[in-house]
């Protein structure tokens, strides 16, 4: 096996799911593994999964937790069938319960897919630049010469943290003088021209 499904661990552990007795407890299930994949189920989740399942130990449900999440990371990141997810299993895993959960998580795959990049961490989208030339004294020097300098301040787009609500925006302002003003043209320039060179590799 090769990608994700490569370090998925053994998956004995989820043999204890067939003890619940409906289809629907299982999906249930799954259901609850996928939101709670990085923080982990809630206490009271994981003592009604141990007893639903008759697990020994609260270490017992995490084992089938963190299988349950290996075969989702290997479903989403490899983007597998059925058939895929079967081929994790080993060929003497139980054939009923192996289709049942290959069943179930590929079809949840396309939810669970737009949910994980809804999710994901994305870097701050550029808005804009405002800027004005101001007249300091420098500090150090105790003749009081004045010299220019430019106050920009970028703008970038922040991160809603509620469905609908407008997006805000925040910005961080800087002090250039002339020399750094030109530093930062000069390396701005040679971004600009790599991104020309690399979007003409891309349509030769």
């Known amino acids: 096996m090769t990608g994700y499904a490569a370090s998925v661990p053994d998956l004995t552990p989820l043999l204890c799911l067939l003890n619940f007795p409906k289809k629907s407890a299982l999906r249930i299930l799954i259901s609850d593994v996928f939101e709670c994949r990085f923080q982990g189920l809630t206490k009271s989740r994981r003592e ?6 008759q697990l020994p130990s609260d270490a017992a449900v ?9 075969i989702m990371d290997a479903a989403l990141y490899d ?3 059925k058939e895929g997810v079967e081929n994790i299993f080993s060929d003497d895993f139980h054939p009923a319960l192996k289709g049942l959960l290959a069943d179930i998580i590929t079809t949840n795959l396309p939810n669970w897919r737009e949910a994980s990049l809804k999710s994901m961490v994305s870097l701050p989208k550029f808005v804009g630049v ?37 997006v805000p925006e925040r910005g961080v302002t800087v002090e250039l003088d002339k020399a750094a003003m030109g530093t930062l043209v000069s390396t701005l320039s040679r971004v600009r021209d790599q991104l020309d060179v690399t979007a003409g590799q891309r349509a030769s």
């Open 48 to 53: 009604q999964v141990k007893n639903d399942l």
């Open 62 to 70: 995490d084992e089938v937790v963190a299988c349950l999440v290996g």
């Open 79 to 81: 983007s597998l069938s």
């Open 130 to 166: 405002d800027w004005r030339v101001d007249v300091k004294t420098a500090a150090s020097d105790a003749r009081g010469v004045s010299e220019p300098v430019a106050l920009v301040k970028m703008r970038v787009e922040g991160e809603s943290h509620h469905r609908d609500s407008m």
